[in-house]
């Protein structure tokens, strides 16, 4: 059983950064992609960032040049790195992992961006 364990969300300022993390237990090797999806109150979960186990990333348009998701080498462990934080950043972030068959979930952590 794949486990994520998610940390780092808060309260922000607008304009200030947070990281945050996603964690599992050990590598697993059968996972190959892993990425951050976000839901806000009143619309559907969107896509933020992924990040395949070679390093290839992909951004939604809105994060582009604000966030950067990168992993260490272990591939236990995402980051995704929030800058420049707008209020309309301000959702339940999701950490996601995937193998070729299965989809994974962390429990999310609450971003609130607001002054």
């Known amino acids: 059983q794949v486990q994520l364990v998610e940390s780092g969300g808060g309260l922000v300022q607008p304009g200030g950064s947070l990281r945050l993390s996603c964690r599992t237990s050990?590598?697993?090797?059968?996972?190959?992609?892993m990425g951050w999806y976000r839901q806000a109150p009143g619309k559907q979960r969107e896509l933020v960032a992924t990040?395949?186990?070679?390093?290839?990333?992909n951004y939604a348009d809105s994060v582009k040049g604000r966030f950067t998701i990168f992993r260490n080498n272990a591939w236990d462990t995402v980051y995704l790195q929030m800058n420049s934080l707008k209020p309309e950043d301000t959702a339940v972030y999701y950490c996601?992992?995937?193998?070729?068959?299965?989809?994974?979930w962390g429990q999310g952590t609450q971003v609130t961006v607001s002054s």
């Open positions: 996601k992992a995937s193998s070729y068959k299965n989809n994974y």
């Open positions: 050990e590598s697993i090797f059968s996972i190959y992609i």
């Open positions: 990040i395949s186990k070679g390093g290839t990333t």
